[in-house]
């Protein structure tokens, strides 16, 4: 059973810096890509990043560009979001997601769902 | 960006009726768009990739439609379950991009 276990959302003050991880389990883990997708209370998905299974591809939404960063640690078959330079438009509930493969393709859609870590980013 | 604009914002239906919801992408994304159903309390499901086939363990009352600009989420019969809101989104170009959900209610 595919499992993915968001951690480490928080309070964080306008400016701050905070750390997000996902613990994936019943999967492959270094085959599949990864993303972050967010939600602000009452409102729609919002899409942040993505990795691939090497790691060594990223993507970024451009509200999150130079100020995320999406890594990850195979052997520890876990994600991270390094997010600084928070913003009150940031305060979400964010998603750790698997993304859909498709013989042998990465399809970038998301097939598995974690059920997300609030941050919120107050003074 | 592809912006996708969702219609309607709700559709209040009751069990038994067919729910048809549109998805209108920006510029073509040829096939490769996805539609995910939200449940209170409960992360998105996937429900239908590259426009028209149905993920692993969805029910065949959920069809999808649809490609280049214009794509079609149907549910032919509505069980009580599936009443929620649902997502399309897009994997043609970075970024990737949701569209703003339609909400299924109950009438």
């Known amino acids: 059973e595919v499992q993915l276990l968001e951690s480490g959302g928080g309070l964080v003050q306008p400016g701050g810096s905070l750390r997000l991880s996902c613990v994936a389990s019943g999967f492959t883990f270094n085959i599949y890509a990864m993303s972050w997708v967010r939600q602000a209370p009452g409102k729609g998905l919002e899409w942040v990043s993505v990795i691939s299974g090497s790691g060594g591809g990223t993507y970024y939404a451009d509200s999150v560009k130079g100020r995320f960063t999406i890594s990850r640690d195979n052997s520890k078959t876990t994600i991270y979001l390094q997010m600084n330079s928070l913003r009150a438009e940031d305060t979400a509930i964010y998603h750790c997601?698997?993304?859909?493969?498709?013989?042998?393709?990465?399809?970038?859609?998301?097939?598995?769902w974690g059920q997300g870590t609030l941050v919120t980013v107050s003074s | 960006e592809i912006v996708l604009t969702q219609s309607p914002a709700t559709l209040s239906l009751s069990p038994g009726e067919r729910a048809t919801l549109s998805c209108r992408a920006s510029q073509s994304v040829s096939s490769s768009l996805a539609w995910y159903q939200e449940k209170p309390g409960q992360p998105p499901r996937l429900l239908i990739y590259d426009a028209s086939n149905r993920a692993t363990g969805i029910p065949a009352r959920f069809s999808g439609s649809g490609s280049g600009t214009d794509f079609t989420l149907t549910i032919s019969s509505l069980e009580p379950e599936d009443f929620a809101v649902y997502y399309c989104q897009q994997r043609s170009n970075w970024p990737l991009t949701f569209g703003g959900g339609t909400k299924v209610e109950i009438k």
């Open positions: 997601a698997k993304i859909f493969r498709f013989a042998p393709v990465d399809t970038y859609y998301f097939d598995y």
